[in-house]
């Protein structure tokens, strides 16, 4: 294993064991929801994976070692606002690792460190994507990482679709083109993270956590296959009101283009920009969908170890 990886002991174990595990990001919880209020967050999400007889790796680099399974001090640091983690995409964790820096994984880094611990499930809230083309129509380039990890890293991801800020039908025609199986939970429609539905359609559906764990053994056994989508919406009672969504969008929109906000910079930026301007209805629907996307991909995780061990 590399020298750069700490895995924690409960981690190791359930892993050995052949037990249910886990991978939780830390970017979601460092940039993408407010200091003091994503230490509980980030608890919670913990309870949850164990509620469901799953054991929880939230997945971050401290002291330039990437750490999966982190400690009760490791996570409030993680959380703290005065830690400033840097947002570490796979790309950024080499350079990390020597500096010995702090920083929180997106998904794209999560993914490859929760796959090179040997954990095959890992739930977040939105996936990152195609941004749309500049005001000129020129494409912007921005593409996220966590696209091109999908596609060569066998983990199972469940998220509630990419946010509405980005380019929905160019993001689900790229998870098409690198052969990742979208598997919508319960729904026909490619949610859009504050909202149930898009206007675009998922190409499979499955109705439960067994389900999951089925496509997901029979996908292993595609050759060149690697990672599986699972979209999953808000549930019902917390999806944000179109109009409020619509508003605070074109709002977010029109800040960035004003503030020339860029890059990396972009998905933090927005989603501050809702939960200030939605009174919170935004944040309360975050943590729900990422809360509800931990516990399916729990009950997965349980259902495939459970389906192994059969075999064994
Ligand atoms: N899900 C959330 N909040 C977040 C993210 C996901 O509920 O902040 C993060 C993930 O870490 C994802 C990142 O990888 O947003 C996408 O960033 P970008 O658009 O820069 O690739
Ligand atoms: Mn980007």
């Not at 949850?48 to 002291?63: H, N, Q």
């Not at 890293?153 to 980005?166: D, E, Q």
């Not at 975050?286 to 061990?309: G, I, K, Y």
Request: proline share 4%; hydrophobic share 45%; net charge negative.
């Amino acid at each position: 294993m590399s020298t750069y990886l700490a895995v924690s002991e409960e981690v190791a174990d359930a892993l050995s064991e052949g037990r249910g595990v886990v991978a939780l990001e830390s970017t979601l919880l460092a940039h993408g929801l407010p200091p003091g209020h994503n230490h509980e967050v980030g608890l919670r999400l913990e309870r949850v994976v164990r509620e469901a007889g799953a054991v929880p790796a939230t997945i971050a680099v401290l002291d330039g070692k990437a750490r999966v399974g982190l400690t009760g001090e490791q996570l409030a640091r993680v959380c703290a606002a005065e830690s400033g983690l840097v947002k570490l995409s796979r790309r950024d964790l080499g350079p990390a690792y020597v500096a010995k820096r702090d920083g929180a994984t997106t998904v794209a880094a999560t993914a490859a460190l929760a796959h090179q611990a040997g954990i095959g499930f890992f739930a977040t809230g939105g996936l990152g994507g195609v941004h749309l083309a500049e005001p000129t129509g020129a494409a912007s380039w921005d593409v996220s990482a966590d696209l091109d990890v999908l596609a060569f890293t066998p983990v199972t991801v469940v998220c509630s679709g990419v946010k509405s800020i980005l380019d929905v039908e160019a993001t689900v025609e790229v998870l098409e083109t690198r052969s990742v199986p979208v598997l919508g939970y319960r729904t026909d429609s490619f949610p859009g993270f504050y909202r149930r539905e898009t206007a675009f359609s998922v190409p499979w559906r499955v109705e439960s956590p067994s389900e999951v764990a089925e496509v997901v053994a029979a996908h292993r056994e595609v050759p060149g296959s690697a990672g599986v989508l699972v979209v999953n919406p808000v549930p019902e009672a917390y999806e944000v009101d179109r109009e409020l969504h619509d508003r605070l969008l074109a709002e977010g929109m029109a800040m960035l283009r004003e503030r020339g906000i860029r890059g990396k910079a972009i998905t933090p930026a927005l989603l501050s920009h809702f939960h200030s301007g939605s009174g919170g209805a935004s944040l309360t629907a975050n943590v729900e969908l990422v809360a509800d996307n931990t516990r399916v991909a729990a009950a997965s995780a349980v259902a495939l170890s459970r389906s192994q061990a059969s075999l064994r």
